[in-house]
């Protein structure tokens, strides 16, 4: 089982940026399709960054441009670096693993691995 844990997340105005760190511990290679979701009081958990084993990348169309999913497998680290954040990227941001698949699944419950969030707050 993999163990993720979060870090990074605060409090910035609309435009400002935050850098979200996910350090993974017992991590093999059979997890590997890792993302971030992020979760907003009353709304489902939506996937908005995804990494496959081959390094493939994508992202929800509402972070394209905005948001940069990347790794450090030699820290065992997983990145989300948010520009440009908006109010309603306000949420809960998770770090999620799951088993290797192409494409990684956008449905979180496709994910077997799970952080306990960091909080992301944006004010307009």
């Known amino acids: 089982q993999v163990r993720l844990m979060e870090s990074g997340g605060g409090s910035v105005q609309a435009g400002g940026s935050l850098r979200l760190s996910c350090t993974a511990s017992?991590?093999?290679?059979?997890?590997?399709?890792m993302g971030w979701a992020r979760q907003a009081p009353g709304n489902e958990r939506e996937v908005v960054a995804r990494?496959?084993?081959?390094?493939?990348?994508s992202y929800a169309d509402s972070v394209t441009g905005r948001f940069t999913i990347s790794i450090d497998n030699a820290k065992n680290t997983l990145y989300l670096q948010m520009d440009n954040l908006k109010p309603e990227d306000a949420a809960t941001y998770y770090c999620?693993?799951?088993?290797?698949?192409?494409?990684?699944?956008?449905?979180?419950?496709?994910?077997?691995?799970w952080g306990s969030g960091t909080q992301v707050a944006v004010s307009s």
């Open positions: 999620a693993a799951g088993p290797p698949s192409r494409p990684c699944p956008l449905e979180p419950s496709k994910y077997n691995s």
């Open positions: 017992g991590y093999t290679d059979s997890n590997y399709c």
């Open positions: 990494l496959e084993r081959d390094g493939s990348i």
